[in-house]
Every structure is written in C-alpha cells, then in structure tokens.
C-alpha cells in the first residue's frame, strides 16, 4: 500500500494550497481516509476526515470553515483544500486510510496506512 502526498509550499498568510493524496495498493473505496498534520514539537493532529463514499465529512475545530476535504474514487485519491492559512497552519501533513466507517476517525490510531508526509510553511 502506497499514500503519495504532494501539494504543500511555502504560503503567506491568508492564501490558499489544495493537498493531493493518491493512494495504490488497497481498494480505495473501502477506506475512508483522513489528514493529520504534526507541527515541530507537537503531537500528530487531527485535521479532517471523509467516509468511504465521500457523504460524510468530518474537521478539527481550528479549520472547520477554513478546510475542506474531498475524494475522488475513480482516481483513488483524496483532496485537503486549504483556504485562509494561518502561520498556525504550518506543520507536515500527512494522509491516511481507515477501515473504520465512521465515529471513530479523529483517532490516528483507527488508520491502518499513512502516507509520507508534505510540509506546508504559512509565513505572516
């Protein structure tokens, strides 16, 4: 199993970065996935989920409005459109598949599969 992530930068506040997470090796469609993000010296967060079929979203609090989160099944890949960053923001983010159906995503440890991580850096 393969979580490719891609799409992070160096931004200045208040713009805009849409991540990318193709995944291989798994059927997709049977894992809702989910992004974390690990800032230095910081435990590894909770940022957005999404169900299997992309019906049901779920946010941290800190980007509800901010954040959104979507798949594509045909592509086997999974978006993080991120809209007004913060310099709080700026953290390596990471994709992941669950097999769990809901409820229970804000957990990192109901994730079967992580990707390797892409830096976003949010400047003031």
């Known amino acids: 199993v393969q979580l490719q992530a891609s799409g992070g930068g160096l931004v200045q506040a208040g713009a805009s970065l849409r991540l990318s997470c193709a995944a291989s090796g798994l059927t997709f469609s049977n894992y809702a996935m989910g992004w974390f993000r690990q800032a230095p010296s910081e435990e590894r967060e909770f940022v957005a989920a999404i169900s299997r079929s992309g019906s049901t979203t779920y946010y941290a609090d800190s980007v509800k409005g901010r954040f959104t989160i979507s798949r594509d099944n045909v592509k086997n890949t999974v978006y993080l459109q991120m809209n007004s960053l913060k310099p709080e923001d700026t953290a390596v983010y990471y994709c992941?598949?669950?097999?769990?159906?809901?409820?229970?995503?804000?957990?990192?440890?109901?994730?079967?599969?992580w990707g390797q991580g892409t830096l976003v850096t949010v400047s003031s």
């Open positions: 992941a598949a669950s097999p769990y159906y809901s409820g229970s995503l804000y957990n990192r440890g109901r994730y079967d599969y």
